[in-house]
């Protein structure tokens, strides 16, 4: 039963923040981002919630996970509103939102079984994957609220370099 309320809760606080996020776009006069050019980060973190949700994942990591997704979800507009974070930054953000916690950090780890989740070493690599994308974009939210426009670059080259090694 509690399980279910918090999951409401959380389905409730993203659909809130989303429906937030197009209101405060248009009053702000800042572009929507363009829906056909691919798919929606935040989409992709409401998925990757509840796949989390639904797997075997021990709640403290399931907390830890939907925090760096909390920062996340702040952080995607701000980057988007910021005119001098627009481009690279703004692309390294998303897609550390869209592919790589999901897809080299989340679903490896849930894929696991229960034996492997609980292994000492893996839920160390674990956290420290999370703790160094949560270290990192608590550091773009910092620039980004400074305007430390100077930085930007640097920091989107950086956290591109470290985290998408994808090939795209």
């Known amino acids: 039963m509690e399980f279910g309320i ?5 389905l409730i606080a993203i659909v809130a923040f989303f429906v937030f996020y ?5 009053k ?15 989409d992709d ?5 509840l796949a989390m949700r639904k797997s075997i994942m021990v709640a403290n ?11 996340i979800i702040d952080l995607l507009p701000l980057v988007r509103e910021q005119a001098s974070a627009s481009g690279e930054l703004t692309w390294t953000v998303n897609r550390i939102a869209s592919e790589y916690l999901p897809n080299k950090c989340v679903y490896p780890f849930i ?3 229960k034996k492997s989740q609980n292994d000492a ?9 999370i703790g160094a994308l ?5 550091a773009v939210k910092a620039m980004v609220v400074n305007r430390d426009v100077q930085q930007f670059n640097a920091k989107a080259k950086f956290l591109k370099n470290r985290f998408d090694n994808t090939g795209a």
Request: net charge negative; hydrophobic share 45%; glycine share 4%.
């Open 121 to 129: 070493a893996i839920v160390a690599s674990y956290i420290d994957n």
């Open 45 to 49: 973190l409401l998925s990757l919630n």
């Open 134 to 138: 949560k270290d990192e974009l608590a």
């Open 22 to 26: 197009k209101t405060k776009a248009k």
């Open 111 to 113: 894929k696991l079984d």
């Open 28 to 42: 702000t006069g800042v572009e929507p981002v363009d829906q056909s050019a691919g798919p929606n980060p935040v």
């Open 61 to 71: 990591l399931v907390e830890m996970t939907e925090e760096l997704i909390d920062l």
């Open 6 to 10: 918090i999951f409401i809760a959380i």
